[in-house]
């Protein structure tokens, strides 16, 4: 039976084999696929270990004193919507909060019908995984072009030039640029004489043969992207490509903003020769066609939206941007959505103000509010997510959700955030639901449209999201999709957005494989189809504060003493965030029993530790302990730690407490100060720790 992964943007086309008990008896790339073309990785082939884990969680339960009891679907949603409407009877609807995990944006009726059940009930505090991971290209996307959905994609298979910026796709392929073996590909982008540049405080050794590694020092990003348009700008062989500013405004503001970090000035605090950095510039803007990815090791920082911004300058003034060879926009089988203003207004907390993303708070303000003395979070809905080991400043968070009045966690498993819930509530996975490959439309590089109907069914009790949180509705009496006369959600909600493009759920089913391939976009044109007038505003004005407070970061990582260690996060071969905690195949593998700290042996040496001692992490968020590994490849002054680990108490997936790791967002920070102002972003990389012996 066809279907396809919802692990990544990729969305790999997979045949899953049925036995003839109505079992998944095996799960194997899809060769016909038209795209991913046999292409899946093994964090993708082994999500039948989940489905199949007996760990999962195959029944409604309630904590009681001591742990949880197997209960009933008829006892636990009358509860929980009893106790929802006390809630918000005596509080109002701002003592309700809801978070969605990152599985959500890849399960097209449960997002829809999350976001249905928050306005329902008038929830405004909707917290989402994005703020830990991606955010910052949200609302860039938002304030430049209109939309959340909208991010011109690097043309690996035409252009000679590529920048990747704080990404390694050999261990976790390329967020928001859907690409089928991206290892693949940029090998064959190098095999046709293309020049690869990867910036990263980790020498990509595995990916030599693909291209260089520029080592800059951790959260500098915007520094040496801002440096590079400077350098094009006072270049007077190079310039900004005027053809391409006819229709622009806002370059002036720009220029301004970049002449304050030429390459001699940004040099030290990025850690990269000024020489280099110009070199670099040069290159880019030569080249026949240059395009840039910028990934989670950039959003995560302190300045991932500045970053991400500079990002699209860069390819603007370049002449790249809409570009064949550069950054280009897809064709989309799902248009992008577009959100009333009110979505995106600024808002003033008692921690800072901020300009959400989507409508979404900043997640390392969640500990606070619940906290909050005059108007706190009461009750919350976590949805397809584990914010106690996702979300900075864990173990503070971890105190918080055990003063809920309510917590509800839905999830394949009684993960660490389920361990402090009310009621555990199983949900069905994504081999047991119908679905459609929504959330990646518009970053595909070769783009399609795919639905899958669910491969099995359910095992036990599990029920999808969607009809959990409508029940719950109906228990209270509100509207929701019960109400609709059949079952066929995936049509009612997404039908009217895929009719705007020609195509439609029926469609779909009766199409060979499920699958229709989009016709390739050409390029030209899009700023002025977005532009008001038909002039692009280069540098709104809400982009100001992320302007203004460039200025003092730099002056701060300037002002930092030499032998210092900064702290990144690392991505693991062996885990998706603390999604495959429990996958026993993975788990006991070298590489995947625990998330050490990774230090240079230069480093180790001046602190005179050595590889397999415990050690003590801490700086003013926090404190953990954790085993040292040594890694050549590092920067000197920088360290490395994965994140998704710390189930010491997780009871509901023994194999994840029997190797439970350490939750490095212990050390990030919270409350005022911990985020972005725009876009919310929390910060969990480049982040000051001090190292020594246990």
Request: hydrophobic share 40%; glycine share 10%.
């Amino acid at each position: 039976m066809k279907t396809f992964c919802r692990l990544c943007e990729v969305n790999c086309g997979l045949e899953a084999v049925v036995d003839e008990g109505g079992r998944l008896a095996d799960l194997r790339p899809d060769r016909a696929h038209p795209v991913t073309a046999g292409f899946a990785c093994h964090k993708g082939l082994l999500a039948r270990e989940i489905h199949h884990d007996p760990d999962r969680l195959d029944h409604p339960q309630r904590r009681i004193d001591g742990g949880f009891e197997r209960t009933s679907w008829d006892e636990a949603l009358p509860a929980i919507a009893s106790r929802l409407e006390r809630l918000l009877a005596e509080h109002g609807p701002r003592s309700v909060a809801l978070y969605m995990g990152n599985p959500s944006a890849f399960n097209a009726v449960g997002s829809m019908a999350t976001g249905l059940f928050a306005a329902s009930l008038g929830i405004e505090r909707l917290f989402n995984a994005g703020t830990q991971d991606c955010a910052n290209k949200f609302v860039i996307g938002e304030i430049l072009y209109g939309s959340a959905e909208i991010h011109p994609v690097a043309d690996l298979d035409h252009a000679q030039y590529v920048l990747l910026i704080g990404t390694n796709p050999r261990v976790s392929q390329l967020s928001f640029l859907s690409t089928p073996d991206p290892v693949g590909t940029l090998r064959a982008a190098r095999r046709r004489g293309a020049r690869l540049v990867f910036v990263n405080p980790l020498a990509l050794d595995d990916l030599a043969d693909v291209g260089e590694t520029v080592q800059i020092r951790p959260d500098t990003d915007a520094y040496l992207l801002a440096a590079m348009i400077h350098e094009i700008d006072r270049d007077p062989d190079l310039g900004f490509d005027e053809r391409a500013l006819r229709n622009v405004r806002g370059i002036d503001r720009l220029r301004a903003f970049v002449a304050r970090h030429p390459a001699e000035r940004v040099a030290a605090v990025v850690g990269t020769p000024a020489e280099r950095i110009r070199a670099m510039a040069r290159d880019f803007a030569r080249a026949e066609g240059a395009a840039i990815h910028v990934s989670t090791g950039v959003n995560m920082g302190r300045q991932g939206t500045l970053a991400y911004y500079l990002a699209q300058m860069l390819s603007l003034v370049t002449g790249n941007l809409d570009r064949r060879g550069g950054n280009v926009l897809p064709a989309r089988g799902v248009p992008p959505m577009t959100l009333p203003p009110e979505a995106s207004a600024p808002r003033l907390t008692r921690w800072g103000g901020y300009r959400p993303a989507r409508g979404t708070p900043p997640g390392s303000l969640l500990a606070d509010m619940i906290r909050d003395d005059d108007e706190p979070i009461r009750a919350l809905f976590v949805v397809a997510g584990n914010p106690v080991l996702s979300i900075g400043g864990g173990p503070k968070l971890e105190r918080a959700l055990a003063s809920l009045e309510l917590l509800v966690s839905i999830d394949y498993y009684r993960n660490a955030t389920g361990e402090l819930a009310h009621w555990a509530l199983p949900a069905t996975d994504w081999f047991e639901r119908e679905d459609l490959n929504y959330f990646v439309q518009g970053v595909q590089r070769r783009p399609y449209l795919q639905w899958t109907p669910a491969v099995v069914p359910a095992r036990g009790e599990r029920r999808p999201e969607a009809w959990i949180l409508s029940r719950v509705l109906q228990e209270m009496g509100r509207p929701s999709l019960l109400d609709l006369p059949g079952d066929d959600w995936l049509t009612t909600l997404w039908d009217g957005r895929l009719a705007e493009t020609g195509h439609s759920i029926d469609a779909l089913r009766r199409a060979e494989g499920n699958v229709v391939v989009l016709p390739e976009a050409t390029p030209g044109g899009f700023l002025e189809r977005i532009a008001p007038g038909g002039v692009f505003d280069a540098c709104p004005a809400a982009l100001d504060e992320t302007l203004d407070r460039a200025e003092p970061i730099f002056l701060e990582l300037a002002g930092e003493p030499s032998g210092g260690l900064k702290l990144i996060t690392r991505r693991t071969p062996w885990m998706l965030n603390s999604g495959f905690q429990n996958v026993k195949v993975l788990r006991e593998t070298k590489g995947g029993r625990t998330n050490p700290l990774f230090m240079n042996p230069r480093d180790a040496l001046e602190r005179g530790l050595v590889a397999g001692q415990s050690v003590v992490v801490r700086n003013e968020h926090g404190e953990l302990r954790a085993e040292l590994a040594l890694d050549e490849r590092l920067r000197e002054g920088v360290v490395a730690m994965s994140h998704g680990f710390g189930n010491r108490r997780t009871t509901g997936m023994p194999v994840a407490m029997a190797l439970p790791g350490v939750n490095v967002n212990a050390l990030s920070p919270t409350g005022e100060g911990s985020f972005d102002p725009v876009g919310g972003m929390g910060r969990l990389t480049g982040i000051r720790v001090e190292v020594e012996a246990a």
